[in-house]
């Protein structure tokens, strides 16, 4: 059976730019939530959650986030 075509882009990726200077990139958001109105602010909400699950595992705490920016942006 054939596949459906999927979408160009299932997900945007962000870099992500923490309180402690630290930084993370190509972080994934699902493409469906960004735009509208809001723009790419919901990627926020998603990132975070991403981070609580990630502490959950490792045992240390989330960093606050300074700064998200799609990947490949300066």
């Known amino acids: 059976m054939a596949r ?3 979408s160009k882009s299932e997900f945007v990726l ?3 730019i923490y309180q402690d200077g ?4 190509n972080r994934r ?3 469906d939530i960004l735009g509208g109105l809001d723009g790419d602010e919901p990627a ?7 981070d609580r699950q990630i502490a959950e595992q490792s045992g240390i ?4 986030i300074k700064v998200i920016r799609r990947a490949g942006r300066s």
Not at 22 to 25: A, D, M
Not at 44 to 50: D, F
Not at 61 to 64: E, S, T
């Open 4 to 6: 459906k075509p999927k």
């Open 14 to 16: 962000f870099d992500v």
């Open 22 to 25: 630290s930084q993370r990139s």
């Open 29 to 31: 958001v699902p493409s």
């Open 44 to 50: 926020r909400g998603v990132i975070e959650e991403q």
């Open 61 to 64: 705490p989330p960093a606050p």
